[in-house]
């Protein structure tokens, strides 16, 4: 089969390579019809993040149609159209079974990217996500082995096209989250930071629950522009901005708003010193975005933090944190507990997550897709591509 493939900074191929078999009972196989690229893949794409090797399959949003399904799968059959979540979980653990599938403790055989770890197990494995997450491949490929198929692909009714509930996967779940992470409801205020495709999901998630005012703060004004006309929000360009989160400060009667949303992570720009020491490898993250959410956030409120992040940030400022009894919730998305109520809100219209494609490319040009899309080249939101 083809799929797209990693060797290096930069440097990824769709190749021909072996076709996936079945190896555990609850294994399925299926056929993609339709798979993203995700901001998370560019954090590979750019050669940020380790334990990649030469050949590698990337992709964890993808979908498609169950062509084999091991004895012990129950809960899909073959011919069945599938939307898979990024997340591979039991579903029996400690952990799945509060829901928090994201942190399952069986299904990573890597050790995850936790720096301080006294022995505790590693998060779940994910799809084409490095070997600290079990080095699983991924789904920009013609075709995936999907490990414990009982607990994560949710079945999705013909009415429904491909593009509508593709990003059932990953970041319309992701962006639920991390609304429902900074407690948004009917009438709150949130500042997104971040104009990418999590960000979008994130507005349009507030929308949905009700959010009255949603500042957006971004450098790409294309991005800025759609998010004003899809979804209402107030746009802040950093590049026009020097402070955006003091400028919300003067808007929200010197409080700030209820809740920040990171939806940037750890390359966040805005500070070359801090790009530089991360660079060099000297500095985890880049602390840029994170300080603006702690500093538009009101007394009291919630930082919520989607965007990925990796070891230590010297400028966290945790003490303007603590003054302002903050609180915050961040992590990888518990997928598969939040995919069946958006599948209800994508059928009855209330979300339309395909809103914010730009780009439908062919399989073979996904490395022109990574291109275009690491450098928001062509107005670019998000990529999906077909097999
Ligand atoms: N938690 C999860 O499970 C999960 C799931 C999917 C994606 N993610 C993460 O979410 C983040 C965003 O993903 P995406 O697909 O939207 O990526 P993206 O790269 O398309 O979007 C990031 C946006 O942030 C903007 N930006 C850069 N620095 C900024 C700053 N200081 N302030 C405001 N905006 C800034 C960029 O211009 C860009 O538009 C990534 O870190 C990704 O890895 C997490
Ligand atoms: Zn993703
Ligand atoms: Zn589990």
Redesign the pocket.
Known sequence: MKALTYHGAKDVRVEQVPDPVLVQDDDIIIRVTATAI???D??LYRGKMPALKHGDILGHEFMGVVEEAGSGVKAVKKGDRVVIPFVIACGQCFHCLLDEY?ACETTNTGKGAALNQKGIKPPAALFGYTHLYGGVPGGQAEYVRVPKANVGPLKVPDALSDEQVLFLS??LP?GYQAVINAGISKGSSVAI???????LMSAACARMLGAEQIYM????QY?LDFARGAYGIIPIN?KEVDDPAELIMTQTNGRGVDASID????E???STTETVLTNLKLEGSSG??LR?CIAATRRCGTVSV???YAGFIHGFLFGDAFDKGLTFKM???HAQALMPELLEHVGNGLIQPEIIISHRMSLADAAEGYATFDK?EDDCRKVVLTP
């Open positions: 995700c901001g998370s560019l954090h994201s990953d970041i992701t930071f971040g104009a990418g495709p999590v960000g703060i971004d450098e790409l991005r950093m939806a940037v992570g750890f966040a720009k805005g840029a975005a603006q989607p965007g990925v992590g990888q998305t928001a």
